[in-house]
């Protein structure tokens, strides 16, 4: 090592070295800005539209999920990696959950280890197989290529996972937002049940 470098969210192209501290208690770091997704901007993806506009009602707008995107340069040698916190709640009894994407490159595959919190990994690829895994601290679930994906809180606690996938991956939303998934998560007497999204076009 011939030069200290500052640890933190300042990243240079090409990469130095670096260590970036995330809380076990919240998933957040105080060095890196996390993005915020509040419920207007998930518009049109829970099942329940009367229960989503109602949330909004007055102006209220709540959090349903953050993240630590760091900004690595996408090349293909790269890893893009941070965590994802997504808040408990429902809107009607479907629970909060992440928007969901496919990877630009669809064949590209990611991981997502639990931190803390209680949730499911909701997944689909095109061929119309799906799946869910089970998120709790301690549990890594693997995302294979071609496969969407999407964090849902089953829990009363924030789910904090951290993830890592090739950087040069990329992020489909279109194709989730049009179609939606096959699936949805909710409530059913105080359990989580996967039942068919009657959105699914
Ligand atoms: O991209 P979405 O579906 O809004 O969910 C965000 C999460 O997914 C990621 O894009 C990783 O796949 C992270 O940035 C974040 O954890
Ligand atoms: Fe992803």
Known sequence: MTQTHATGPKLANPLNPFTLYFSLNNGLSDAAPSLKRHLSKMKGMYADDEAYRSLLADGAD??????HELGIPESDGNLAFGTSIVYPGKVGD???????????????????YCIGGKGMMLMENPEGDWDVQEFAPGK??????????????????PLITFYVFRADAGHDYGTIETKGYRKIVVERDGQPAVLDNPKWK
Request: hydrophobic share 35%; charged share 20%; proline share 5%.
């Open 62 to 67: 709540p959090l349903v999920y953050e993240f």
């Open 94 to 112: 479907e629970y909060y959950m992440t928007k969901g994407h496919f990877h630009t490159i669809l064949d590209t595959a990611e991981v997502y």
């Open 140 to 157: 890594a679930v693997y995302v294979p290529g071609r496969y969407a994906h999407r964090s849902i809180n089953t829990g009363h606690e």
